[in-house]
């Protein structure tokens, strides 16, 4: 039985490829994973193509991954192995007027927020979880700013905490 449906920040996902390009630095697999493994019944977890656009630029061209030289398929093939651990959903489409298309929707509430906290991708995920009404989950306090517009926000820690 589903309790909780989430959309997981990228920051979390993120810390994830860092363990396997660099195990000698993240020597732990992040806890928020592990937990999502283990809790797959009673999270449902989300994505957007948006998140999506952002780990494969990450993976491409971060810092950190950059060196690697990783091709769009392998990128592909990771990210299809990490979903395949938490059981993550990617949110695709949107209706319009009961009409499916392609693609995500930012509405004008990113406005407000990106006025309030620096990061615009933050901003964008934050309102795609409001659209969907899914809690924002995320390792990152700093998005706390956004709780005025979008009280369901809540740390990693603190969603981990309520399973304990």
Request: proline content about 1%.
């Amino acid at each position: 039985m589903v309790d909780y449906q989430i959309y997981l920040d990228n920051t979390s996902l993120v810390r994830w490829f860092l363990k396997r390009f660099h195990p000698e630095k993240h020597k732990q697999e992040p806890q928020i994973i592990k937990f999502l493994n283990e809790h797959k019944r009673e999270i449902k977890s989300f994505v957007s193509t948006i998140s999506i656009a952002e780990l494969v630029h990450t993976l491409r061209h971060g810092e950190a991954f950059e060196k690697f030289n990783l091709n769009f398929n392998y990128i592909k093939e990771l990210i299809g192995e990490l979903q395949d651990i938490i059981g993550f959903d990617i949110i695709q489409t949107e209706k319009i007027d009961g009409t499916e298309i392609d693609g995500v929707i930012v509405s004008n509430y990113v406005v407000k927020y990106v006025f309030k906290h620096k990061h615009l991708t933050d901003c964008i995920h934050v309102d795609i979880a409001r659209q969907h009404e899914l809690t924002f989950v995320t390792y990152e306090t700093a998005i706390g700013e956004l709780k005025g517009y979008y009280d369901n926000i809540m740390t990693e820690e603190k969603l981990m905490k309520q399973f304990n």
